[in-house]
């Protein structure tokens, strides 16, 4: 998984999972000495030491936490009828309601009992606020800018530094931008040929070339798209060729992803593991 694409909700429900690991390990219960007995004898137990309860708040919390970040990488996948999103969501609330009344039932509740109470809480918070609050929406870490990409030595998906169309170490163009304003369109420099001196003559030598082109219904023939790396604003999903309404993948914001083909307002991208898919919203998504 991408760590780009984990949200500040995501950070949190991580955070609290980590607490309630922890809060595992410290005493479930206290109790007061008798007079005169010396108690240092005696081992406090743990949640380790009730299996009921380990398993019922602590792991499953820890399982909640984990099934909510693994639906953020494969969107889409279902347990028994239920996103595994949705399945962790309500994993957190059992465990929320189980740790409520078991530190209701016990009159002396350890350090163990009141922090994984706590942990639980925030844990079930964050998973359902997570995708509903703006604030938690937002991404976890910034984007990198492409320069910074390069300069860590981890060039984009198929791409070799400095060559070929596209690369994103080099000036941005918004999709949809106007032709020669950056490599890769009709009228711009192509590498290995010398830039044009007019631009007013390179216009008028584009517009004489598309008008001897056979129109296909007002749209460019599918032979004139040329490959491109773009990268999205905010995480969207990408949907199967096929139609399918369910997503296969989610773009992360600060990752390069190939264009390899355009469907009307839509296009084919290509993940860095391989897999095709359909971008259906390419408002804003900048080009390489």
Avoid at 211 to 222: C, E, L, R, W, Y
Wanted: with cysteine.
């Amino acid at each position: 998984m991408n760590i780009r694409s984990l949200t500040r909700g995501d950070g949190v429900v991580i955070g609290a999972a980590v607490v309630l690991f922890i809060a595992s390990f410290l005493d479930f219960s206290s109790y007061d000495c008798p007079q005169g007995v010396d108690c240092s004898r005696f081992d406090s137990p743990n949640a380790w030491d009730a299996l009921g309860i380990l398993m019922s708040v602590y792991l499953a919390g820890v399982i909640a936490a984990a099934l909510v970040i693994v639906s953020r990488a494969l969107p889409g996948r279902k347990v028994v009828g239920l996103d595994l999103g949705q399945f962790g969501v309500a994993l957190t609330v059992f465990a929320v309601w189980t740790a409520f009344w078991t530190i209701l039932d016990i009159s002396n509740a350890g350090a163990g009992l009141i922090l994984g109470l706590l942990a639980t809480i925030v844990l079930a918070g964050a998973a359902i606020a997570g995708p509903l609050v703006p604030f938690l929406k937002a991404p976890l870490l910034s984007p990198a800018s492409p320069a910074q990409g390069v300069q860590g030595g981890q060039p984009p998906y198929g791409a070799q530094p400095g060559q070929g169309y596209g690369f994103p170490g080099g000036q941005q163009q918004p999709y949809g931008a106007q032709p020669n304003q950056g490599y890769g369109y009709p009228g711009a420099p192509q590498q290995g040929q010398p830039a044009q001196a007019d631009p007013a003559q390179a216009q008028a030598q584009q517009a004489q070339a598309h008008a001897q082109q056979p129109s296909q219904g007002g749209a460019a023939p599918a032979g004139d798209f040329t490959p491109f790396w773009f990268a999205v604003p905010v995480a969207r999903p990408l949907y199967g060729e096929d139609g399918s309404p369910n997503p296969i993948a989610e773009l992360a914001p600060g990752t390069w992803y190939l264009a390899v083909e355009q469907r009307g307002q839509s296009l084919i991208a290509q993940t860095q593991d391989g897999r095709r898919g359909v971008l259906q919203d390419t408002t804003g998504i900048q080009r390489g």
